[in-house]
């Protein structure tokens, strides 16, 4: 039950878009498609923007978008606004019904 | 409304116990997988625990398992995590999250409470 590996930071201006990865491994990531993405805004709990990879639940804006390819998700944010600055989480089955999240990336939009 | 609210967290010495408890409301308890989830003073997420929606199955993260027992009463819609022999690592706050329906084997959380903090510090 390692940590899937996210990078520590990703910035960028308004209006730009950002891809976040999240990398795990053939027991997690990679053997199931059953990757979700929360957004945590600081002192808040953890929303979900993204599951199975790539569906979003309601009210979830389209400019979240997922993706995965092999043992490697990806959450890319289009048109960024300054309400999207926030740490990002992605999540992955990984097994025996257990879980595993990444470290988590802090998106600063400059 | 969907609401979760966790209870019972605070200071525990290290290998004491500490019993928590989150109690839902605005929807049925008892059709739902449910997590708990703890996150350290400034870390990252960790997953803790999953309980299926009958109390008959739980699964644990290695960090917990022989230590913490989560459990449910689906008769009082509360979900309750049973925390024995605590660690200064166990520190963090914990909170409890409803498995969202649409998601396959319950493996998003789409409600999440706003969580209790534990604190293993003698």
């Known amino acids: 039950q390692s940590a899937l590996t996210q990078p520590a930071s990703v910035s960028g201006s308004p209006g730009q878009s950002i891809t976040i990865s999240c990398t795990g491994t053939s027991n997690d990531v990679g053997d199931y498609n059953l990757v979700s993405w929360y957004q945590q805004h600081p002192g808040k709990a953890p929303k979900l923007m993204v599951y199975?990879?790539?569906r979003r639940p309601s009210g979830v804006s389209n400019r979240f978008s997922g993706s995965k390819s092999a043992n490697t998700a990806s959450l890319t944010i289009f048109g960024l606004l300054p309400e999207d600055e926030a740490d990002y989480y992605c999540c992955s089955h990984a097994g025996s019904s257990t879980w595993v999240f990444g470290g988590g990336t802090k998106l600063t939009v400059l | 409304e969907v609401q979760l609210v966790e209870s019972g967290g605070g200071l525990v010495q290290p290998g004491g116990s500490l019993s928590l408890s989150c109690a839902v409301s605005?929807?049925?308890?008892?059709?739902?997988?449910m997590h708990w989830v703890r996150q350290s003073p400034g870390k990252g997420l960790v997953w803790v625990s999953r309980?299926?929606?009958?109390?008959?199955?739980?699964t644990y993260a290695d960090s917990v398992k022989g230590r913490f027992t989560i459990s449910r009463d689906n008769a009082k819609n509360t979900l309750f995590l049973q925390m024995n022999n605590l660690r200064a690592e166990d520190t963090a706050i914990y909170y409890c999250?409803?498995?969202?329906?649409?998601?396959?084997?319950?493996?998003?959380?789409?409600?999440w409470g706003q969580g209790t903090l534990v604190t293993v510090s003698s």
């Open positions: 999250a409803r498995a969202f329906a649409q998601c396959t084997g319950g493996s998003c959380l789409d409600s």
């Open positions: 605005g929807f049925t308890f008892s059709n739902y997988w």
């Open positions: 199975e990879g790539t």
């Open positions: 309980i299926n929606s009958d109390g008959s199955s739980a």
